[in-house]
């Protein structure tokens, strides 16, 4: 009964996000997304009547042309079909690839053949590695992060494992509510987490359970 309840919590809880994912995407795209095009259109045609372009107008278009990408970016991500097609290994893949294009770390992670789960769980499973990576990347001042997947017949594992620092003592018996949300995500899927520190790093140890086809 208790599966059955959070299976069903789980879906009303997915509809009502892809609702109101629906409803902002469209808010960005239609609103926001105009204004911040017009204001560049503006800026081009400030440009065009100066003989010379400060760079204080330069360095502004172009930081105004990456915010309207990043918007039309996340305006996707919104999108209820693409929801429906989410799909684990490109979007990790494009994460890492965001986080590998900044200086002072490295993330490894060579993708698999094939995620056994649904689009919808491969979301709420997707957000707890973006957590994990997040949580390394603030507090663990690792050089490297390695993500690796291995599966059998009845287990699929994340394990989200870095060269950093490690965690204080107790955590994450006293942790905040990424860590929470990470506990109770997993225990949506039907699996666990589990962490591992000392001072040569830390681990994040995501399994699952796969349903007999």
Do not use: C
Not at 150 to 163: K, M, R, Y
Not at 165 to 193: C, D, F, H, V, W
Request: glycine content about 6%; charged content about 20%.
């Amino acid at each position: 009964m208790q599966q059955a309840f959070s299976q069903q919590l789980l879906q009303s809880q997915i509809e009502t996000q892809e609702e109101t994912f629906s409803t902002i995407g469209k808010e960005l795209h239609d609103n926001i997304g105009q204004l911040l095009n017009s204001t560049k259109l503006l800026i081009g045609v400030t440009q065009r009547t100066l003989k010379e372009h400060p760079d204080t107008l330069k360095i502004a278009d172009e930081t105004l042309g990456t915010a309207i990408h990043e918007l039309r970016a996340l305006s996707k991500s919104m999108n209820k079909e693409w929801l429906q097609q989410f799909n684990l290994l490109e979007n990790l893949d494009t994460e890492v690839k965001r986080i590998n294009a900044t200086d002072g770390m490295q993330l490894h992670f060579s993708p698999i053949g094939n995620i056994p789960f649904k689009n919808d769980e491969q979301i709420i499973l997707f957000r707890i590695v973006q957590e994990a990576l997040q949580n390394a990347i603030k507090h663990a001042n690792a050089k490297n992060i390695h993500i690796n997947f291995t599966e059998n017949a009845s287990l699929f594992s994340i394990s989200i494992v870095d060269d950093g620092q490690g965690m204080m003592e107790n955590y994450p018996t006293k942790s905040g509510t990424g860590i929470t949300n990470m506990r109770y995500r997993a225990e949506l899927l039907g699996g666990n987490i589990q962490w591992q520190s000392d001072k040569k790093g830390t681990s994040v140890i995501i399994q699952l359970p796969i349903e007999p086809i």
